[in-house]
């Protein structure tokens, strides 16, 4: 866990107005009140990409979450991808080899 404080130290471009208005539209989700706020690792590494987003990309607010809603879909399906991949390499042989099958069959399409 990472201080309000700590997090601004990080980088000179963000900004305690950064931070507050990612908290108010929900990209940031620090931990505790307000005068006390923590935040975990992946809210540092998402409030490097906002600043990141905002000052060296010049994205608007509006784009700024359509982008973080996009890599926040990504970050979904990649994990989904790899249970699937798991639950596939739980199956016996033939299984394996009938699902490689069908996939090399619809690439080919």
């Known amino acids: 866990m990472m201080s309000f404080d700590e997090l601004l130290r990080l980088d000179r471009r963000l900004t305690a107005v950064h931070v507050e208005r990612w908290v108010a539209r929900g990209l940031l989700r620090p931990v505790g009140p307000a005068e006390a706020w923590?935040?975990?690792?992946?809210?540092?590494?998402?409030?490097?990409?906002?600043?990141?987003?905002v000052d060296d990309i010049g994205l608007d607010d509006d784009l700024v979450e359509t982008v973080i809603g996009l890599?926040?879909?990504?970050?979904?399906?990649?994990?989904?991808?790899?249970?699937?991949?798991?639950?596939?390499?739980?199956?016996p042989p033939a299984t394996r080899e009938a699902i490689a099958s069908a996939l090399q069959r619809l690439v080919e399409r």
């Open 71 to 91: 890599v926040d879909q990504v970050h979904t399906l990649r994990g989904q991808l790899g249970l699937l991949a798991k639950a596939i390499a739980e199956q």
């Open 38 to 53: 923590s935040f975990e690792q992946i809210d540092v590494a998402r409030a490097h990409l906002l600043v990141e987003l």
